[in-house]
């Protein structure tokens, strides 16, 4: 089944093509690596799925429901009239999207003056409004899950980067989605917390979850994904299955970039 799918997405940002056309799709149970080098518009594409940027042209569907269509040649998101990330923000129609997905940032983004326990239960509690006592449980099964459940009452300040990464985890867990999308996880972490919190995508790799993860860790994708996107230059340039792809890879411009994490 697929959860999410993308077709012939258009950005620019001053009239300047960042996302040029992509199309792809993510179906459950499914891990999808985006690699390509910095400027290429993977982290773009990301926070165009998750409603950060507006797409100027394309179409978006989360669980058969379309988000986003063509209309001539520009994109029409549901239940509003035009494109501005401010209206994005207070689309009703797309409030209740967000709640198919979560969203694990490169620096954290954690709320610095609320304990661990707060930043993962806030959004269930105070924007689901699910039960608290059911939300703190759920909480603490996943800070357990993450080896960080001795770490409640601490605050981020007082945690490591590797740390506070599990517990952005935590929180994006904590509102069930049905997708988890990645930015770069681990590139604002030494090779040591790298290593800890790649282990945890490989843990729910395994438990079928669904995710999309931004890297640049090109062994982690090999080893981890179902499917390797390559993107370059506002385009996808080769897709495939994740050991094919980055092993064989069959376009030049593919091998090019492979290279440089061999050297």
């Not at 945890?200 to 179902?226: G, P, Q």
Request: with cysteine.
């Amino acid at each position: 089944m697929s959860l999410f799918e993308i077709k012939n997405c258009k950005k620019n940002f001053d009239g300047v093509p960042v996302i040029k056309d992509i199309s792809f799709k993510v179906d459950e149970g499914e891990v999808v690596a985006i690699i390509g080098s910095s400027g290429s518009g993977k982290t773009t594409l990301l926070r165009i799925c998750t409603f950060l940027e507006y797409m100027n042209d394309g179409e978006m569907t989360y669980l058969d429901k379309k988000v986003v269509i063509s209309e001539n040649g520009k994109a029409k998101y549901i239940g509003q009239k035009n494109l501005s990330i401010d209206a994005l923000k207070k689309n009703k129609e797309l409030i209740k999207i967000k709640n198919y997905f979560g969203l694990v940032f490169q620096n954290f983004n954690l709320f610095p003056h609320w304990t661990v326990l707060k930043n993962v239960i806030n959004a269930p509690i105070s924007v689901e409004k699910r039960n608290k006592d059911e939300v703190i449980e759920k909480a603490m099964m996943y800070l357990k899950k993450m080896g960080i459940e001795n770490k409640v009452n601490s605050y981020p300040c007082e945690l490591s980067g590797g740390q506070q990464q599990r517990v952005a985890i935590a929180r994006a867990l904590c509102m069930e989605p049905k997708i988890i999308y990645f930015d770069e996880p681990t590139s604002a972490l030494d090779p040591e917390l790298t290593r800890e919190v790649l282990k945890v995508i490989k843990e729910l790799a395994n438990e079928k979850r669904t995710m999309v993860i931004v890297t640049h860790e090109m062994s982690f994708a090999r080893d981890v994904a179902d499917r390797v996107i390559f993107v370059d230059n506002g385009v996808i340039v080769e897709e495939g299955n994740a050991k094919e792809v980055i092993s064989n890879p069959k376009m030049e411009r593919t091998k090019k970039f492979l290279q440089k994490y061999e050297e």
